[in-house]
């Protein structure tokens, strides 16, 4: 129906793993993109999304996204995945420190004055 009405889902998760079980929807994504991910279950599973081969060599570059310039992939980056499973990296740059900041979803100071960013006492 999403076609039919010329929609786009986006579908954003922290956990590979549970977004590769679930059949029939994976079929459908076109484009996909991988962030840096830790844990060895979580670079394997977003490999297999990725159409990359599962394997130590796709972790340590899965695991290297945003590490640093001496890194394959760098700050900005991501591995990403098109509608004919071909994967490529790609980089993200905001145009202006003033987007960046509307972008940001980071706690600052609610209305109230509190600062959300301090551990609360108590």
Do not use: C, W, Y
């Not at 977003?46 to 159409?51: H, I, M, V």
């Not at 992939?73 to 790609?90: K, L, N, Y």
């Amino acid at each position: 129906m999403g076609r039919a009405l010329q929609t786009a889902l986006v579908i954003d998760t922290q956990d590979p793993e549970s977004l590769a079980k679930l059949t029939g929807l994976i079929e459908q994504i076109t484009t996909m993109f991988g962030f840096q991910l830790t844990t060895s279950e979580q670079q394997d599973a977003l490999a297999a999304l990725l159409d990359l081969p599962v394997g130590e060599h796709t972790r340590a570059l899965i695991q290297a996204i945003g590490v640093g310039f001496d890194q394959e992939i760098r700050h900005g980056h991501a591995i990403m995945r098109d509608r004919r499973f071909q994967s490529a990296t790609v980089q993200f740059d905001v145009p202006s420190a003033e987007l960046l900041e509307l972008l940001s979803t980071t706690p600052k100071v609610d209305n109230g004055g509190a600062d959300l960013t301090k551990e609360p006492q108590g």
